[in-house]
T-cell receptor, first 115, second 111 residues
């Protein structure tokens, strides 16, 4: 979805380096998410945020941190990257619905390689 | 927590109707069933959502029996561009936002 952008799109880094992945959205949604996807597997939730002051851990938050700088921006940081964090990372947004599950809108992904 | 089970892969010829069935035996009373589509190296895209009976949009139909323990995504007259992974999701946490993406069903459309 072009309304959700991620930078960088590709990144190669070395073990121990700090790296930040950024996500911006123009959809005006309050809820934002970070997922990772490993080859042949589904997506796993890392962190999610319901508004600027709300941050929650997901299924696999160890080794990651996030910052919600504004409604439109949600950054994911790897404080000290390790090779098993090599994956495809997706940011998503949603708005709460009355009735039904949120529809999540995903960015194009960031392919991260940790050597 | 409602766990979903769906076939790992399916093949279909162009022009055929494809039905992908997902089981969710422990679905909660208030849970909706949502399907997403993912192309290689792209983020998932919402296809359709339903609670019971039948839902249809411009892309697909979703059939949900009365007991809601399963659902079937129906793609009419598939084309090569429908080759993708299809995920069946039921909320996994205390709220509709916790979506657990399993491995999905990899649909390959053959010319």
């Amino acid at each position: 979805d072009a309304d959700v952008t991620q930078t960088p799109r590709n990144r190669i880094t070395k073990t121990g380096k700090r790296i930040m992945l950024e996500c911006s959205q123009t959809k005006g949604h309050d809820r934002m998410y970070w997922y990772r996807q490993d080859p042949g597997l589904g997506l796993r939730l890392i962190y999610y945020s319901f508004d600027v002051k709300d941050i929650n851990k997901g299924e696999i938050s160890d080794g990651y941190s996030v910052s919600r700088q504004a409604q439109a921006k949600f950054s994911l940081s790897l404080e000290s990257a390790i090779p098993n964090q090599t994956a495809l990372y997706f940011c998503a947004t949603s708005d709460p619905r009355t009735g039904g599950a949120d529809t999540q809108y995903f960015g194009p992904g960031t392919r991260l390689t940790v050597l | 927590l409602a766990k979903t089970t769906q076939p790992i892969s399916m093949d279909s010829y162009e022009g055929q109707e494809v039905n992908i069935t997902c089981s969710h035996n422990n679905i909660a009373t208030n849970d909706y069933i949502t399907w997403y589509q993912q192309f290689p190296s792209q983020g998932p895209r919402f296809i359709i959502q339903g609670y019971k009976t039948k839902v249809t949009n411009e892309v697909a139909s979703l059939f949900i029996p009365a007991d809601r323990k399963s659902s079937t995504l129906s793609l009419p007259r598939v084309s090569l561009s429908d080759t993708a992974v299809y995920y069946c999701l039921v909320p996994s946490g205390a709220g509709s936002y916790q979506l657990t993406f399993g491995k999905g069903t990899k649909l390959s459309v053959i010319p």
